[in-house]
């Protein structure tokens, strides 16, 4: 495969490992200083009820549970929860009997997401440290996966997909919300490891 | 990544019944409002970017799939 050196992907700039690292130095580094994304997304009773620092740690792209017809009784995980703002309204759709599983590579997300949990008086939940492309669960254990604003951050892409559908049991569905790029950006941009991390 | 690549993977891993739905336009200054984005990098962008593509640098969608 050729690529042509005007449109490089970020993997061939600066290496998968490189982006992973500079991806989660920047997430590590914000905290959260806005509700702007959040009251930009969601609706505004879905803001008022949730914890401050769960709305201001939205740093998604859209709104993935809008289309997920999460129903009582679902299973459902956020992949790369982040602050834990969907994983808290998933589990409010999916009460009483379901559950939500808010799954994110950084401990120190997963630590604010559980506290904005309990804040918000939200018990089923639970919380798992992992990668999109490596996913600790089981196969066919969820019956939905959202992410919001997740997968683009992820180098292998299809290995990623192909977690996210060795997770979800047959019959299950996703709703993913991303980023797309219609036109690539100058290789100026393209190359500055921040740029990859939203 | 494109969109037609986003569905082409779902469709490699498995997924059937793909949609993308919910467009949202970014522009520069809507990503000037993510924190993850320095303002040195948004800066650069102001300055590499021609007009009409800062009025829209990406788009957001909503992809849905269903695993058979």
Redesign the interface.
């Known amino acids: 495969m050729t690529t042509h050196p005007l449109t490089p992907r970020g993997e061939d700039l600066i290496g998968a490992d490189a982006l992973k690292e500079s991806v989660r130095e920047r997430y590590r580094a914000v905290i959260g200083s806005s509700s702007a994304v959040a009251e930009e997304l969601y609706d505004a009773d879905e803001v008022a009820a949730l914890p401050r620092d769960a709305v201001e740690g939205a740093l998604g792209v859209g709104h993935p549970i809008r289309r997920a017809a999460l129903a009582d009784g679902e299973t459902v995980v956020d992949l790369g929860c982040g602050a834990g703002i969907d994983t808290l309204l998933a589990a409010r759709l999916v009460a009483p009997r379901g559950r939500a599983i808010g799954l994110d590579v950084l401990p120190e997300m997963l630590d604010r997401a559980a506290a904005n949990a309990a804040a918000a008086g939200i018990a089923n939940v639970e919380w798992a440290r992992g990668e999109l492309e490596r996913i600790p669960l089981p196969d066919a254990s969820v019956d939905v996966a959202i992410s919001n604003g997740v997968v683009n951050l992820v180098p292998r892409k299809g290995r990623a997909l192909a977690e996210i559908f060795r997770v979800v049991r047959p019959g299950g569905r996703v709703s993913l919300a991303d980023v797309v790029l219609d036109e690539e950006l100058p290789p100026e941009v393209m190359v500055d490891p921040d740029a990859w991390a939203g | 990544?494109?969109?037609r690549v986003?569905r082409k993977?779902?469709e490699?891993?498995?997924?059937t019944d793909i949609g993308a739905?919910?467009e949202?336009v970014?522009t520069i200054d809507?990503?000037a409002?993510?924190?993850?984005?320095?303002a040195?990098?948004i800066e650069?962008?102001r300055r590499?970017?021609p007009p009409e593509?800062q009025a829209a640098?990406?788009?957001?969608?909503?992809?849905?799939?269903?695993?058979?």
């Open positions: 990544m494109p969109e986003f993977k779902l490699r891993a498995g997924f739905h919910d949202i970014f809507d990503l409002r993510y924190p993850l984005f320095p040195s990098l650069r962008m590499l970017l593509r640098v990406a788009r957001s969608l909503v992809f849905t799939a269903r695993r058979p």
